[in-house]
């Protein structure tokens, strides 16, 4: 076992052992977190191996911003590394942050070749990079989102894609909640499960930075309404691509992982931790019930 996929799925064990107490699992995910932050860094600058060009394409897309940049060359090394090949990994980057590649660090530019590259866009739709261009110049592909402070396992792709040719499921993520309800409404974020078995639930609530393979032929066309999920969720990518994927009428598979490994970055803005506890992510939540229930007249998050 590599560096790699001993840090991060030594992490993901420890997130929920059986028959250990929180207490204890607690400081050695604190001591594996410190420990790969030191070593992985060195580990990735080394050369990655090669793998031949796998045979589904799968286009792995994600974006970042400054507070964060310097380090996504990490990012980079992980998917590159892959033992399922992406056809190509895209870094999207608004020019009202980088306005030219100058404001690119060295680390991103010199690792761009012909499976990775970094588009520069108009505009700032902020988490919404994420998906958005993929989705639009590519509507008939399969896309694999990720985050960009996250260390990820090698095989995180090839499980994805194993589970997709199933057949049953057209999003496969690896990070997730269960949507909870009580008396037939939906209970605020916070009170909702984190998942860290295999499911499929009807009732599962995707991270997309975790790792989400999506057959995006399958989503309605309302998810490229841009103007519409930035007036709803301008900070909630998830929420927005939840409620497609839901009104989509599209099965979720989740795999078996317990925490993903963060990468430690100094002074970095955490978006899921202001919508938490800002209750940012109710109150977009809301906006988005109550726009499918005015005009389309579907519960899109009703318990099912």
């Known amino acids: 076992m590599n560096a790699l996929n001993f840090y991060t799925k030594t992490y993901s064990v420890l997130h929920n052992y059986p028959g250990v107490p929180y207490w204890v699992l607690s400081p050695l995910r604190k001591i594996v977190r410190s420990g790969a932050n030191v070593v ?44 399922y090949q992406p056809a190509r990994i895209i870094l999207w980057l608004s020019k009202e942050q980088f306005p030219s590649e100058e404001s690119i660090p060295q680390s991103l530019l010199s690792r761009r070749s012909g499976l990775f590259e970094i588009r520069l866009v108009e505009g700032d739709i902020r988490s919404h990079k994420k998906y958005y261009y993929v989705i639009r110049e590519n509507p008939n592909s399969l896309v694999f989102l990720i985050d960009d402070d996250l260390y990820y396992p090698t095989d995180i792709i090839e499980k994805s894609i194993k589970e997709y040719l199933k057949g049953e499921s057209s999003v496969v993520c690896n990070y997730g909640f269960q949507i909870r309800f009580e008396n037939g409404k939906i209970l605020p974020y916070r009170k909702w499960k984190r998942m860290v078995h295999y499911s499929t639930s ?8 975790g790792g989400t393979l999506i057959d995006v032929s399958k989503l309605n066309y309302i998810c490229t309404n841009i ?22 009428g599209i099965r979720i598979s989740m795999l078996k992982n317990g925490n993903i490994l963060p990468i430690s970055i100094e002074n970095s803005a955490k978006l899921a931790e202001q919508n938490l506890w800002n209750n940012q992510n109710d109150i977009q939540l809301k906006k988005v019930i109550d726009y499918y229930k005015e005009n389309w007249n579907v519960e899109v998050f009703a318990e099912r």
């Open 40 to 83: 992985l860094p060195k580990y990735l600058e080394t050369s990655h191996p090669t793998y031949e060009q796998s045979e589904i394409k799968v286009i792995v897309s994600f974006t970042s911003f400054p507070a964060r940049i310097n380090t996504v060359w990490q990012v980079v090394e992980c998917m590159m590394r892959q033992t």
């Open 202 to 209: 009807p009732n599962l609530f995707f991270g997309s930075g």
């Open 227 to 248: 103007d519409l999920a930035m007036d709803l969720t301008p900070i909630a990518d998830d929420i927005w691509l939840n409620a497609v994927v839901r009104f989509s």
